[in-house]
């Protein structure tokens, strides 16, 4: 079975540049979540989706980042304009809900360098 | 709110050796516990998890116990190899309307050395 399929798997941009960021999540899950993983603040959630509704968005640092759920089998994050501090590994991972411990299932992320 | 806290990295093992990680948290309620690992260029992968007081999550010869008097979930291996050379996550889901949100603890890198 294919896992959650994350695109492009490397990005580097120019500072102000409009950056997307891709996600197929797991056929059939119900949930979607953005994280960013930087060495000086570890993983954090940014957004999470229910049923391609965005449920929580709190951890979206500013009004630059965006994120789209359009369909069950797609979603986007957008960062306009990029600025050098977005450097990071952005992952997404999805999950289908039922009983509690719901597991995650990541997909290998994105490694975004802003120059 | 919800918080995780485990020891501090980086931790260097020879081949064989015993491997502790500790993991401690704070949390409302009976959250579920995870640790997960990351490969270097990977995304995190589950490795194990508890769902309830007393409960003990094992894999690939990893084991942690959901002890809920003292908060924690500590990662245990008796034997070490260098394939489990990787960043371990300790996290966990809270009870209630946080239920899918996941919760890291900052990571601990691991190396096993040959």
């Known amino acids: 079975d294919a896992g959650v399929i994350q695109s492009p798997r490397h990005e580097v941009t120019e500072m102000g540049q409009e950056v997307t960021l891709r996600c197929k999540p797991i056929?059939?899950?119900?949930?979607l979540f953005w994280y960013r993983q930087t060495m000086m603040r570890g993983l954090e959630l940014l957004i999470y989706?229910?049923?391609?509704?965005?449920?929580?968005d709190s951890g979206m640092p500013e009004d630059r980042f965006s994120a789209k759920m359009p369909n069950a089998s797609f979603s986007t994050l957008k960062i306009q304009p990029s600025e050098p501090r977005d450097s990071a590994v952005y992952f997404c991972?999805?999950?289908?809900?039922?009983?509690?411990?719901?597991?995650?299932?990541f997909g290998p992320g994105t490694r975004l360098t802003v120059l | 709110g919800d918080s995780v806290t485990q020891m501090e990295g980086p931790v260097t093992l020879s081949e064989e050796a015993f491997l502790t990680i500790n993991c401690t948290y704070t949390?409302?309620?009976?959250?579920?516990l995870f640790w997960y690992v990351q490969y270097p260029g990977e995304g995190l992968q589950l490795l194990l998890k508890a769902t309830k007081a007393d409960d003990k999550g094992s894999n690939k010869g990893f084991e942690a116990t959901y002890r809920k008097e003292t908060t924690s979930f500590h990662l245990e291996k008796g034997s070490v190899q260098v394939s489990d050379s990787a960043v371990y996550f300790c996290?966990?889901?809270?009870?209630?309307?946080?239920?899918?949100?996941?919760?890291f603890g900052k990571g601990t890198l691991l190396t096993v050395n040959p």
């Open positions: 056929s059939g899950h119900d949930y």
């Open positions: 991972a999805s999950s289908l809900a039922g009983a509690k411990g719901n597991e995650q299932f």
């Open positions: 949390a409302t309620g009976y959250p579920s």
């Open positions: 989706f229910n049923n391609n509704v965005p449920i929580d």
């Open positions: 996290a966990l889901t809270g009870s209630g309307g946080s239920n899918y949100k996941l919760t």
